[in-house]
């Protein structure tokens, strides 16, 4: 698939915004979805997987309780909502694709990049304090 993803921008601390990453072809719902980021200096983390059904979700723990990440499988799209904005969430994020076989939800694979098949182009996030 390919993947677009949009939303970014700058906010103050404690604002919001939503992310969205929008996928091209047929087969999007047999996909599992991934958001990634990487802020400077910092190697990129997951930071929210969603499996391929919606079913299940997985947050890192520094976004818990503040970002939510959602799938519309009809709109072949996937959200991060992120709420509560900190400036250390400032960064490049990212929405990756993996297809369903390679990793399921408690799996340790699901922080792996090179096991995702399609990335999205990114999309800059700014948190001013």
């Known amino acids: 698939v390919q993947l677009q993803a949009s939303g970014g921008g700058l906010v103050q601390a404690g604002g919001s915004l939503r992310l969205s990453c929008e996928a091209s072809?047929?087969?999007?719902?047999?996909?599992?979805m991934g958001w990634f980021r990487q802020a400077p200096g910092k190697e990129r983390e997951l930071v929210a997987f969603?499996?391929?059904?919606?079913?299940?979700?997985y947050y890192v723990d520094s976004v818990k309780g503040r970002f939510t990440i959602s799938r519309d499988n009809a709109k072949n799209t996937v959200y991060l909502e992120m709420n509560s904005l900190k400036p250390e969430d400032t960064a490049v994020y990212y929405c990756?694709?993996?297809?369903?076989?390679?990793?399921?939800?408690?799996?340790?694979?699901?922080?792996?990049?090179?096991?995702?098949?399609?990335w999205g182009q990114g999309t800059l996030v700014t948190v001013s304090s």
């Open positions: 990756a694709a993996a297809r369903m076989t390679r990793m399921r939800l408690y799996d340790s694979k699901i922080h792996n990049e090179a096991l995702y098949d399609d």
């Open positions: 072809g047929r087969t999007f719902g047999s996909y599992n």
């Open positions: 969603i499996g391929w059904s919606g079913g299940g979700t």
